[in-house]
């Protein structure tokens, strides 16, 4: 595959504008130690090149492209429209957004623009297109960052209008639409689209950001997506009259709810998202939400921020450890990621993000851990040209994440406050992350033919044509994965009449007749066949097998017996079905025999421990191979003789890698 960038581009956003000119000499410097050789520069500079309604002034950043040209630098040149400036909030107040509780915002923070406000429109194009008609043709612009994380909502009037006319468009008659947010329901039928209000806390909205109507919420979600998704490709539109040759992309936040990013990364030329794990967080979650990103164009992707070492605005800010950003970066790498980019080259002296770790630190210099750890980093990627960009991660498993779905599980009042989108799909990739089998996070409308195994945690919304594709996916041999809370409703949030899982009853071969919810000190048990119990909980489903083979079933309370863990025979291939959350251990018992069904094999054999993926060319492998464990593991005997890329020598037999210490092997294939 042709990579968008000829080498790993590696630096991030940079802000000499908040800087004397002095201090830039000494960052161009400092950086080319570091063998950083792009920024990303006027993120947020809407009020300094457009100083007032009617000026524009270009000087200072055109002193900046030619001084980052000077250096032989890939610009990724933001358009700088996720902040307002004060000026245009106070000669046009409809430029701000009305937040869920319907209070309109004075001028203030950020990514605070109302989508639907034609002022706002008009003013961002403009200042997108005033932008590409001076820099498209400058060929170290090596990418266009549109905007910056959009996401948030907006509940002002113009966004009613457009609610009113986007539901015009999707529903044509208000038959059509009283239909699909069953209206009938306390008596909230509408007979004119004007009658219709967005959902908010004066509104339809409930307690704990729940809604009295998931149809008409669900609705709202996808028009909000979309109306920033117009404002994307506004702008996109107006870069591509000037530039025709640059990638355009906006920073994505990964499982992020707001945006149904599928839909967007189609309008995007390349992926980029920022990647920010907690002191806490699991490396399978951040692994996860870099195959999530990968998938969405099934493609390489841009690491467009992550922090050299501190954080800011999460609860405790741990520094990282040495080695950790660098395992960290290569893990990035080892996921699909073509770039490694930092927020931010120098730390602000002010401000909330003063806190906020840089490569340049306030001490100023480059003697500094952080700056060392960037410094080595630099000069390994410079050398690492050769493996990626260009190299592809395959997969034969595929998990479905969907936006229609987190939005419509979240929403629903019952059975269980608990039921929590993200956490189950990260619980079903964590079983193949342990065991290095590759996986896709992949669309509702995804090509299935391409994998052996699909996995569809709590599907509980089915939109058209998915019972027809993951019939026909397990027809031909495919092993289908379902859990609990799987086929409810339709994309309108109905439920589908007859017994879930709906459609896909007779795939399953069971039908489910109560789904029983267990609170977190609760719990029940499945007992297999072969006696071995396991502990279960969250939601415990009431089900009859219509011919599926019973795998477990429960062991007490008044179901006690009634078949929990399923398996069915359908063409050629099988379908598992999951009625309760179960532990961990019970899990991979259930998902061992999946796998075996489909004989999907893990990445190398032997990693005990140790996290491996493997990026392909034509030619040959690049099996990626890390240790975040606290303990030393020894290179699988497989890959061991052939040439580590990062050190240029061959690994000999019985190579031990410490915690965050990591290799990329390369096999001639
Ligand atoms: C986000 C933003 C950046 C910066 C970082 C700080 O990702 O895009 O502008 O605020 O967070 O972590
Ligand atoms: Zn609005």
Redesign the pocket.
């Given at each position: 595959m042709k990579s968008q960038f000829k080498r790993i581009l590696y630096g991030g956003?940079y802000n000499p504008n908040q800087w004397p000119r002095e201090i830039w000499e000494e960052d161009m410097r400092i950086f080319r130690n570091a063998r950083i050789n792009s920024a990303t520069v006027n993120?947020?500079s809407w009020a300094k090149i457009q100083p007032a309604e009617e000026r524009y002034d270009f000087s200072e950043l055109d002193d900046i492209v030619d001084m980052l040209s000077r250096e032989n630098y890939d610009i990724v040149l933001a358009t700088s429209t996720a902040a307002l400036p004060a000026w245009m909030v106070k000669r046009y107040p409809e430029v701000s957004r009305t937040d869920y509780e319907g209070r309109h915002h004075k001028f203030g923070q950020r990514h605070n623009a109302c989508p639907n406000s034609p002022v706002y429109q008009r003013f961002a194009a403009a200042l997108a297109e005033k932008l590409a008609e001076r820099y498209g043709k400058n060929g170290r612009i090596a990418c266009w960052h549109v905007n910056?994380?959009y996401g948030g909502e907006c509940y002002c009037e113009n966004c009613e209008k457009a609610f009113r006319i986007w539901l015009r468009k999707k529903y044509k008659t208000l038959e059509a639409l009283n239909q699909a947010w069953n209206l009938e329901f306390w008596g909230h039928t509408i007979y004119d689209w004007d009658e219709i209000v967005l959902p908010n806390a004066l509104s339809e909205g409930l307690q704990g950001g729940k809604t009295a109507f998931a149809g008409i919420s669900i609705d709202y979600r996808r028009f909000m997506s979309d109306s920033m998704l117009s404002n994307y490709r506004m702008e996109r539109d107006s870069i591509r009259r000037f530039d025709t040759e640059a990638p355009i992309t906006t920073?994505l936040m990964g499982t992020y709810k707001g945006l149904d990013y599928f839909k967007w990364a189609k309008e995007m030329d390349v992926v980029s998202w920022?990647n920010?794990p907690r002191y806490d967080t699991p490396w399978s979650y951040t692994a996860m939400c870099h195959d999530l990103m990968r998938g969405l164009k099934d493609a390489p992707f841009m690491l467009m921020?992550q922090?050299p070492s501190q954080?800011?605005?999460q609860q405790y800010n741990s520094l990282k450890k040495p080695g950790q950003m660098r395992a960290q970066s290569y893990q990035t790498i080892a996921h699909g990621a073509d770039t490694i980019q930092f927020?931010q080259l120098r730390r602000s002296a002010g401000a909330c993000?003063k806190f906020?770790g840089a490569v340049i630190e306030h001490a100023g210099t480059d003697n500094t851990r952080v700056f060392r750890e960037v410094r080595q980093l630099g000069l390994e990627l410079e050398r690492l040209s050769a493996v990626t960009p260009g190299s592809v991660n395959e997969a034969e498993t595929g998990i479905i994440f969907d936006w229609d779905n987190y939005w419509a599980l979240e929403y629903t009042s019952g059975p269980s406050v608990d039921l929590t989108y993200v956490k189950h799909i990260h619980q079903y990739y964590t079983y193949f992350y342990e065991r290095n089998i590759p996986v896709n996070l992949i669309p509702f409308d995804a090509d299935f033919s391409r994998y052996k195994v699909v996995v569809a945690p709590v599907l509980y919304m089915i939109k058209e044509g998915m019972k027809e594709a993951l019939t026909s996916f397990v027809e031909k041999g495919g092993v289908l994965i379902l859990t609990y809370m799987c086929g409810i409703a339709d994309q309108s949030d109905n439920v589908f009449p007859g017994g879930y899982p709906g459609p896909l009853r007779e795939l399953a071969g069971v039908w489910v007749e109560e789904v029983d919810a267990l609170s977190p000190e609760q719990s029940n048990e499945v007992v297999f066949k072969d006696g071995t119990k396991v502990s279960c909980g969250l939601v415990c489903e009431l089900m009859h097998t219509e011919g599926a083979e019973i795998l477990a079933e429960y062991g007490s309370d008044f179901f006690a017996g009634c078949p929990a863990v399923t398996k069915n025979h359908f063409g050629e291939g099988f379908v598992y079905y999951i009625g309760t959350n179960v532990e961990e251990e019970g899990l991979s018992r259930v998902m061992d025999m999946a796998v075996a069904d489909a004989a999907v094999q893990p990445v190398i054999s032997g990693a005990g421990g140790l996290e491996i993926t493997c990026r392909e060319t034509d030619v040959c492998s690049f099996y990626f191979v890390l240790n975040f464990k606290d303990q030393e593991l020894p290179v699988p005997e497989e890959l061991t003789g052939y040439m580590d890329m990062i050190t240029g020598e061959k690994v000999p037999e019985g190579e031990m890698l410490s915690k965050y210490d990591v290799k990329i092997i390369r096999v001639e294939k």
């Open positions: 956003d993120v947020f910056n994380e920073n920022d920010y921020e922090t954080q800011n605005w927020f993000e906020h």
